[in-house]
């Protein structure tokens, strides 16, 4: 896999460098200028599956690498001041001793611009473990992961999967309460059944439909059992590319029946096409309503749904 995965952000001292809503307005009420380096941020608590919960957190992203100039910034600056200059210094008495400069953030950051790709995110620590698929640009801090490269899609649908969980959760150590330590060294070791990009095609429209309803914060019944549908596709899928030759036995499919489903079209309201598609793959007549509700008579997948 031609993958990267990063930590997040680490600044060293998240109080003054990760910022509230306001706060950023006030910043940049004083110096327009600032809006170059405050970027949005998740916490590794605002993560859930396929969307977060953002809960309106900025970054400064003074990131060493950047070579900034602190003089061109004075709403930052007059921020950060506000501190006190020795709790920003790098000089082992106020944050940890490196190289940097008392207004940069603590680590280089080398990697700053995969934060502004399309990415996958998951937070390091976990009960649940979800994943997100993004292409805000948002950055996150150093209780997160991301992942950028190809067929991050797939992977995406692939690892918010009830497959992945069963299979794959024990690779991971359990910490207190149950959560799961999610740490690059374990996750990167986890093996995953490669794809071509056309294979990818399901997939990809599938999680975009997921990304755009979690999207809505869906308030009406309907649209969250909607919601709770097409993530149950989401398993199907996943489980009709793993176990292939029992789905065909089973006279179940469901790729090829997404593949031809309508890409959603930002000139209409979503939620409209999104219900519209539902109602389409909701009949008890289509291959997608049957495979989602016939597939638990393969013995493998009755094994994992009722240990989920």
């Known amino acids: 896999w ?10 060293g001292y998240n109080e003054a460098f990760i910022i509230d809503g306001k706060t950023k307005d006030e910043i940049l009420n004083l110096d327009p200028n600032s809006e170059d380096i405050i970027k949005p941020m998740l916490r590794g608590k605002d993560i859930s599956s396929w969307y977060p919960e953002w809960e309106d ?16 910034y004075s709403g930052i600056a007059e921020h950060l001041l506000k501190f006190g200059k020795n709790r920003l210094e790098q000089d082992g ?32 620590m976990t009960k649940y473990l979800p994943f997100v698929y993004d292409e805000t640009g948002i950055f996150t801090n150093q209780k997160c992961f991301i992942v950028t490269g190809k067929n991050l899609k797939y992977l995406t649908c692939f690892f918010n999967s009830k497959l992945f969980k069963y299979c794959f959760s024990d690779n991971f150590p ?6 799961r330590e999610l740490s690059k060294i374990y996750f990167d070791k986890i093996p995953v059944k490669t794809i071509t990009d056309k294979e990818e095609i399901p997939f990809a429209k599938l999680v975009d439909y997921l990304v755009a309803l979690k999207k809505e914060k869906l308030e009406n019944d309907t649209d969250k059992f909607i919601l709770i549908y097409f993530e149950q596709i989401a398993n199907a899928l996943v489980f009709e590319w793993y176990f292939k030759e029992e789905f065909e036995k089973a006279g179940l499919s469901v790729a ?20 519209k598609i539902y109602i389409t793959i909701n009949q008890e007549n289509h291959p997608i309503h049957q495979a989602v509700f016939s597939m638990l008579s393969i013995p493998q997948i009755e094994l994992i749904m009722n240990n989920n």
């Open 174 to 179: 359990e910490l207190q309460g149950g959560t």
């Open 57 to 72: 957190y900025w970054l400064i992203g003074t990131f060493p690498c950047r070579k900034l100039d602190i003089n061109l």
């Open 2 to 11: 031609a993958l990267n995965i990063n930590r997040g952000i680490v600044t």
């Open 256 to 275: 090829k029946h997404l593949e031809v489903l309508p890409d959603l079209n930002d000139n209409e309201i979503i939620i409209h096409q999104l219900r």
């Open 93 to 124: 008495k106020g944050r940890k001793k490196t190289g940097n400069k008392w207004f940069e953030t603590q680590d280089q950051i080398n990697y700053w611009e995969e934060f502004e790709k399309p990415k996958m995110i998951f937070p390091n």
